[in-house]
């Protein structure tokens, strides 16, 4: 018998905004008051399902800059269209997981895939923020296009899955290459069905709950949409209920425990760092979009 994580508690978003004119998010991480108890992982957006009119200009972010760590953009409805200085560019469809380390710094633009701009429709994305540690926070920025293809899927029973991103389950491999230990696991869970999942021991936790109704370790319900269990380092598994269809993200990750100096898009280790990461952006230093035609 695994001894059971426990449910530190359960949050909502504490802010709900746009960004940019393309994503409006419920902020789960940290404005929820998960924060520090959650290292590796430092900011979680969620866009539930909404609806586009058709438009002539993608609407999304523009260039801005990112340096420190690593963006994670899940996509579920709708597509995303992505450039950045380094030379990367690509759509992210649904099912489809961009990893993108910033690490030293580049400049990227988020949009509105084209398609979908001109037909509009219903619109649904995570995105995760997973810090790097001192030691990788200045090397070169790497991209990890992963398409729903490359994600394997794990039957849980009961027409339950869990699709395995990033770290490991029942021995099944995600394919994102990470720089500390991370688990990200995608579960689709069917009402009525009963799962374990297995979590390291020492790895802090938390179930984001997109839209459903589960019901966690026998005791603690999560239910709606946009909510999240925060679970104790302590125990390597949790038992989860789902009371309807459910779609739930699971976090885990082995604490960087290094301090966190956070400035908007850049997330360093000290104020001076910080400091230098706008001047280096200024410098342009990070690179910098090409505009063709
Ligand atoms: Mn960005």
Same mark, same amino acid.
């Given at each position: 018998m695994s001894t059971q994580k426990e449910v530190l508690g359960v949050f909502e978003a504490g802010s709900n905004h746009?960004? !940019?004119? !393309?994503f409006p998010v419920h902020n789960l991480i940290p404005s929820s008051g998960v924060d520090r108890q959650i290292d590796p992982f430092l900011m979680l957006d969620y866009v539930s399902p909404t609806e586009f009119l058709p438009s002539s200009r993608p609407r999304g972010v523009g260039e801005h800059p990112h340096r420190g760590f690593e963006t994670v953009t899940i996509a579920y409805q709708g597509a995303v269209e992505h450039r950045d200085s380094a030379g990367n560019a690509g759509t992210i469809f649904p099912g489809d997981v961009q990893w993108m380390t910033a690490a030293s710094g580049v400049v990227h633009e988020e949009l509105h895939e084209r398609e979908f701009t001109k037909a509009g429709g219903t619109f649904e994305m995570v995105q995760l923020w997973v810090n790097l540690p001192k030691a990788f926070k200045m090397s070169a920025p790497r991209y990890q296009a992963i398409a729903s293809a490359q994600i394997p899927v794990v039957d849980l029973g009961s027409g339950s899955t869990a699709r395995v991103i990033a770290g490991e389950l029942d021995g099944v491999r995600g394919p994102a290459k990470t720089f500390t230990a991370v688990n990200l696991f995608d579960l689709d869970l069917k009402a009525g069905s009963k799962v374990e999942v297995k979590i390291p021991a020492g790895h802090q936790a938390g179930l984001v709950l997109l839209h459903g109704d589960v019901v966690v370790n026998g005791s603690s319900a999560i239910s709606g949409k946009a909510q999240m269990g925060l679970l104790s380092a302590g125990g390597e598994s949790v038992a989860i209920e789902a009371h309807a269809d459910s779609v739930l993200l699971v976090l885990s990750g082995e604490p960087i425990g290094e301090p966190v100096a956070s400035g908007g898009p850049f997330v360093m280790n000290t104020q001076a760092e910080l400091r230098q990461a706008m001047e280096d952006y200024r410098a342009g230093k990070m690179g910098r979009l090409e505009y063709v035609q």
């Amino acid at each position: 018998m695994s001894t059971q994580k426990e449910v530190l508690g359960v949050f909502e978003a504490g802010s709900n905004h746009w960004v !940019g004119d !393309g994503f409006p998010v419920h902020n789960l991480i940290p404005s929820s008051g998960v924060d520090r108890q959650i290292d590796p992982f430092l900011m979680l957006d969620y866009v539930s399902p909404t609806e586009f009119l058709p438009s002539s200009r993608p609407r999304g972010v523009g260039e801005h800059p990112h340096r420190g760590f690593e963006t994670v953009t899940i996509a579920y409805q709708g597509a995303v269209e992505h450039r950045d200085s380094a030379g990367n560019a690509g759509t992210i469809f649904p099912g489809d997981v961009q990893w993108m380390t910033a690490a030293s710094g580049v400049v990227h633009e988020e949009l509105h895939e084209r398609e979908f701009t001109k037909a509009g429709g219903t619109f649904e994305m995570v995105q995760l923020w997973v810090n790097l540690p001192k030691a990788f926070k200045m090397s070169a920025p790497r991209y990890q296009a992963i398409a729903s293809a490359q994600i394997p899927v794990v039957d849980l029973g009961s027409g339950s899955t869990a699709r395995v991103i990033a770290g490991e389950l029942d021995g099944v491999r995600g394919p994102a290459k990470t720089f500390t230990a991370v688990n990200l696991f995608d579960l689709d869970l069917k009402a009525g069905s009963k799962v374990e999942v297995k979590i390291p021991a020492g790895h802090q936790a938390g179930l984001v709950l997109l839209h459903g109704d589960v019901v966690v370790n026998g005791s603690s319900a999560i239910s709606g949409k946009a909510q999240m269990g925060l679970l104790s380092a302590g125990g390597e598994s949790v038992a989860i209920e789902a009371h309807a269809d459910s779609v739930l993200l699971v976090l885990s990750g082995e604490p960087i425990g290094e301090p966190v100096a956070s400035g908007g898009p850049f997330v360093m280790n000290t104020q001076a760092e910080l400091r230098q990461a706008m001047e280096d952006y200024r410098a342009g230093k990070m690179g910098r979009l090409e505009y063709v035609q």
